[in-house]
């Protein structure tokens, strides 16, 4: 009786259950078994998927979907050589080890979503059932339990230091709240990009602001501050996706911590075969402005306009319309080989805009099939 009951614990524990409480994944596992992550959203070419771990947000993979490029992070000894990566973006960790228990997020960026995994990694238990080796698999069991407990405490406090994860569309702006309305003179306001080696922006007092390029320059010319230290990221595009850490110090405060998840999309056009769609450009023209539209992972010159000349792809000429005043493109006809990736850069000499868009371009209906469906869905 005790030795079933202690077996039971055990695989409740152990054995590589998977519960679901609140929208996050309870998973266990017997230490130096392998386990699987399992993405369930439904993976688009233009998606990155991002692994992270703990609540610090640690880096662990990285797959973009669009050039099936990916990236393991080598340099935590915990998790080196453990990793995998497989392509519908679920994350393999082999050989595990009680140090990897913990929580794990995947954001998959492009379709705006994330999932949280709890992950609980219990040591192997002893396969004599002795009097002492019963009191030792009390103990694991007992101690799996506080691992779960303190896994969820850091959960709650992870779920009070990450503001309201923001998402936005390539080319818009992003403000990123520190949530003050006054700033004391002995104040510092510090924004981090992804790690703290990649201070973006910091306030000292009421008068000293500064903004930075980033480690990479991502950042040039993108960010500005305002008197309550909230950081906006203008013109934006999908490299500005990832985790901003916010820190807030001062001789009069205590100080406070926020994580922002954001996510940058690409903006969507989905139309049938044989139809029009126009792709809206919102930002301002100039007179002089170099516009060029480009397709594909070529980026092959579709449509140009300077200040003396327009020209469009002599094999599209019949079926595209660039807006001289705007610089909006019209596409007429259109057919599936026009699905992809549509590029618009607006270049003056002061700054280069930037949007893209995703056509998506589906194939035409017969009538009957579309009757039908329009009857399926009454």
């Known amino acids: 009786m005790q030795k079933t009951l202690l077996l039971s614990l055990l695989l409740l524990f152990m054995g590589g259950v998977v519960n679901e409480t609140d929208g996050m994944k309870s998973v266990s596992v017997m230490e130096g078994d392998s386990v699987t992550l399992h993405t369930d959203a439904e993976i688009h070419t233009d998606d990155l998927i991002v692994w992270r771990f703990g609540d610090k947000g640690i880096l662990l993979a990285k797959l973009d979907v669009w050039t099936n490029e990916s990236s393991l992070n080598d340099a935590d000894e915990r998790f080196k050589d453990r990793l995998q990566l497989n392509q519908t973006g679920s994350l393999t960790i082999k050989k595990t080890r009680t140090e990897h228990t913990g929580l794990y997020e995947v954001q998959i960026r492009g379709s705006e979503s994330s999932q949280r995994f709890l992950l609980s990694v219990t040591a192997a238990p002893i396969q004599v059932l002795s009097p002492g080796a019963i009191a030792g698999i009390t103990v694991a069991v007992l101690l799996a339990v506080a691992v779960?407990?303190?896994?969820?405490?850091?959960?709650?406090?992870?779920?009070?230091?990450?503001?309201?994860?923001?998402?936005?569309?390539?080319?818009?702006?992003?403000?990123?709240?520190?949530?003050?309305?006054?700033?004391?003179?002995?104040?510092?306001?510090?924004?981090?990009?992804?790690?703290?080696?990649?201070?973006?922006?910091?306030?000292?007092?009421?008068?000293?602001?500064?903004?930075?390029?980033?480690?990479?320059?991502?950042?040039?010319?993108?960010?500005?501050?305002?008197?309550?230290?909230?950081?906006?990221?203008?013109n934006i595009r999908t490299i500005h996706t990832g985790l901003y850490k916010l820190k807030i110090s001062g001789r009069r405060r205590r100080t406070k911590y926020k994580l922002f998840i954001l996510t940058v999309g690409v903006r969507t056009e989905k139309v049938e075969e044989g139809k029009s769609v126009t792709l809206h450009n919102d930002a301002e023209i100039q007179t002089g402005d170099l516009i060029l539209w480009t397709f594909g992972a070529e980026n092959s010159l579709v449509a140009r306009k300077d200040s003396r000349t327009d020209d469009i792809d002599e094999s599209l000429s019949d079926r595209l319309e660039l807006n001289n005043e705007t610089g909006s493109l019209t596409i007429r006809n259109i057919r599936t080989t026009d699905s992809g990736h549509f590029k618009l850069q607006i270049i003056n000499s002061k700054t280069t805009t930037f949007r893209r868009f995703n056509v998506d371009v589906t194939e035409k209906q017969e009538k009957g099939e579309k009757e039908q469906q329009e009857t399926n869905s009454v």
């Open 148 to 234: 779960l407990i303190h896994c969820q405490c850091r959960i709650s406090k992870l779920k009070k230091q990450v503001g309201e994860d923001k998402s936005a569309k390539e080319g818009e702006s992003v403000t990123l709240p520190t949530g003050l309305t006054e700033i004391h003179k002995d104040d510092k306001i510090q924004w981090w990009y992804e790690d703290e080696n990649n201070l973006i922006a910091e306030i000292h007092g009421v008068n000293s602001k500064r903004t930075f390029p980033g480690a990479d320059g991502r950042f040039r010319s993108k960010l500005s501050l305002d008197g309550s230290g909230k950081l906006t990221i203008n």
